[in-house]
C-alpha cells in the first residue's frame, strides 16, 4: 500500500513521533470538585446559588444576594445564555468570580 495517511508506514511514523513519556490523554467526563474560595464581600448577606447555562455548559455559583441579582440582570442584557438564581445549599459551590465588582455603583 502507497505512503498514504491510511498506509502502514504513516500510522508507523505518526506511532514512532509521539513521545512516550508523555500519553494523549483526555479529561474526565465526571464533574470535578472545587473547593470553595474565599468567603462572602457581604456576610451579613444570605449566599444563593448561581446558574449559568450556555448551549452546552452547566455552571454553578455561590454569591451574596446583592451580587447574584445584579450578575443576571448584567448577562441576561447582554449574553446570550440562561441565568437563574436558587436559593437552595450551595456550601462547597466556587464563589461567583469577580463577585465584588456586581457590588459597585
Given amino acids: 500500500m ?5 498506509g502502514p508506514r504513516f500510522r508507523t511514523a505518526c506511532r514512532a513521533s509521539r513521545p512516550r513519556s508523555h500519553p494523549i490523554t483526555c479529561a474526565p467526563a465526571h464533574k470535578t470538585p472545587i473547593a470553595p474560595t474565599a ?3 457581604r456576610p451579613e448577606e444570605p449566599d444563593i446559588r448561581v446558574l449559568v447555562r450556555f448551549a452546552a455548559v452547566r455552571m454553578e455559583f455561590a454569591a451574596c444576594r ?9 448577562i441576561a442584557a447582554r449574553r446570550p445564555c440562561a441565568v437563574a438564581v436558587d436559593s437552595r445549599h450551595c456550601d462547597g459551590l466556587p464563589r461567583l468570580p469577580n463577585e465584588r465588582l456586581y457590588l459597585l455603583p
Avoid: E, K
Fill in 2 to 6: 502507497p505512503n498514504t495517511p491510511h
Fill in 39 to 41: 468567603r462572602s464581600p
Fill in 66 to 74: 446583592t451580587a447574584a441579582l445584579a450578575f443576571v440582570q448584567d
